[in-house]
């Protein structure tokens, strides 16, 4: 997928989707290519000593995989956390404080591509 392609997906995907400015919460967003759910949000602070030189902020993000759900029967389904980690930024500022602005710079990170996204939800960190 070229960056144009990508934008369109992204206004198209987001459209009906709000993401509140400088509330610092998180997206978790499904990735259809690789079948799993990524949850993202800023950093709040507690990995600012390991930060690269020239980063000033970080964004977190875990990796979970949904497990099969028609070998799940009647239980309820569970996400399995199969990855995470961090991404080291200059700044929040930089991406207008709006976390959904940090999503293409993410999936070049973390799938070294871009990939549809389609927002889930968007959750409160405390």
């Not at 206004?11 to 919460?25: A, L, M, Q, T, W």
């Not at 993202?40 to 759900?69: A, K, R």
């Not at 309820?76 to 710079?105: F, W």
Request: aromatic share 16%.
């Amino acid at each position: 997928m070229t960056r144009v392609e990508f934008d369109q997906m992204m206004e198209r995907n987001f459209k009906n989707f709000c993401v509140p400015i400088d509330s610092y919460g998180g997206l978790l967003l499904w990735i259809p290519k690789y079948k799993e759910f990524l949850s993202m949000h800023f950093g709040d602070g507690t990995n600012s000593d390991v930060l690269e030189e020239g980063c000033e902020d970080y964004i977190y993000y875990t990796q979970f995989d949904l497990e099969n759900p028609f070998e799940a029967g009647d239980e309820e389904l569970t996400l399995e956390e199969t990855d995470g980690g961090q991404m080291d930024i200059p700044s929040a500022d930089i991406y207008n404080n709006d976390v959904s602005e940090v999503i293409p710079d993410l999936l070049l990170f973390i799938y070294d591509e871009f990939i549809e996204v389609i927002p889930i939800q968007f959750y409160s960190v405390k």
